[in-house]
């Protein structure tokens, strides 16, 4: 069975964001969310659909495992109503052969220094709601967006890892860029 994994980040309590995506990441054996979780921030406006007691309890409900990595929006009291653990300030996992730093990316010299200290394949970061696919030496960096709200020429988007490469996704399902494993 291969193993499927959708990469989601700053919902900014938006449950129309997270039930978006949902749909298509359907199949996923793990979804791993950048942070900036329930949230809109005082310097954001309010995202569509701001919801985050409603969105605490669909991520509560998921059936597929959620990581949570802390981001500058998530409180203390978002762990406390989030049934899925929130780690702070990464998290480390191994799939498919490859090593997968994960964290918010607030401070942006640190994504590269953990990288290089883990010796990571893929690293994955929110925090600037501008999707990206990068190459540093042998580390891919992965930026999924925002799914709320986004910064740049993309829309809302995610971002989903398989076999075949990672892809990024609007939240209508269309793809920004795909970029299969064997040419990044």
Do not use: Q
């Amino acid at each position: 069975m291969s193993i499927k994994i959708a990469v989601i980040s700053d919902t900014h309590g938006s449950l129309k964001a997270w039930r978006e995506a949902e749909r298509l990441w359907r199949g996923s054996n793990l979804i791993i969310h950048l942070g900036d979780v329930l949230y809109h921030g005082p310097r954001n406006p309010l995202p569509e659909e701001y919801a985050p007691r409603e969105l605490a309890e669909e991520i509560n409900l998921s059936k597929i495992p959620v990581i949570i990595i802390r981001g500058n929006c998530d409180a203390d009291i978002d762990a406390a109503i989030l049934k899925w653990p929130i780690s702070d300030p990464y998290s480390v996992l191994w799939w498919d052969g490859r090593l997968i730093l994960a964290l918010h990316g607030t401070d942006l010299g640190e994504p590269g220094n953990l990288a290089s200290t883990f010796n990571a394949d893929l690293v994955l970061t929110g925090h600037t709601h501008v999707s990206s696919i990068t190459c540093e030496g042998k580390t891919i960096f992965l930026n999924p967006g925002s799914a709320s709200l986004p910064k740049g020429k993309n829309p809302a988007s995610f971002a989903l890892l398989d076999v075949d490469g990672i892809r990024i996704l609007t939240l209508m399902g269309d793809i920004i860029c795909f970029e299969p494993w064997n040419l990044i």
